[in-house]
């Protein structure tokens, strides 16, 4: 069975169940699922998401991102939270990845991960405090705020570490099209160059991401609660 998710209006969402686990087992589908952002979803999308069960969505966006896409109406069964992932004023952070141009590589995500775990842990207590129905967590493309909130929480619960690098890859692999529904160019072209400049692919920066990411340093830091915890590695209580 397919994880993609078939709404008219994206072309990066799917499903996060069906993984694989370390324990065995697979995350239950229908549960938590990842996006790009949602402001070009027609009514039919929304009836797909409401159809798929999702109740609450997780925006990542700077609120100056939401304020400029003007953000319509969306309907009322949907409850939408809003959760500033990148943290812009940590400035000493920001200024080398904007300066470097690495901002838009899996090279940044686990320093930002180190530098504020606060901030992708709000975003898990959110998914774990979420009311009845599916989460869907998304940013403006889906890759990389998205991308680091999905490996956390995927980290969390424990799926195998090559799976979560093939779904980080599913969204790489969307990049083409996602960009040209957005009326941008693709930025993989410049986002590899900058990855070969260092040594590196960014498939290869994100496994090495993966590798090197201590889930529970993280846990340590993130603001989580014990309950948070349980209901994200039980996967909203669907899993014992």
Known sequence: MTRELLVDGLVNARDLGGLPLVRGGTTPRGVVFRSENLDRVTDAGWASLRAAGIRTVIDLRQPSEIEAAGRGPRPTWLTTVEIDH????????WADYWETGLVGTALYYLPHLD????????????????GPGGVL?????????TGIVALALLSVVGVRPETIVDDYLATVSSSAALFAAMGRPDPEPRIEELCRARGTTNADAFRATVAGFDVERFVDR?????????????????LT
């Open 222 to 238: 993130s603001g989580l609660t014990d309950v948070e915890l349980e209901a994200l590695r039980t996967w909203r209580g669907t």
């Open 115 to 130: 530098a504020m775990p606060e901030r992708t842990g709000a975003v898990l207590a959110a998914i774990a405090n979420a």
């Open 86 to 93: 990148d943290g812009l004023e940590d400035t000493v952070f």
């Open 137 to 145: 967590f998304h940013c403006a493309g889906g890759r990389d705020r």
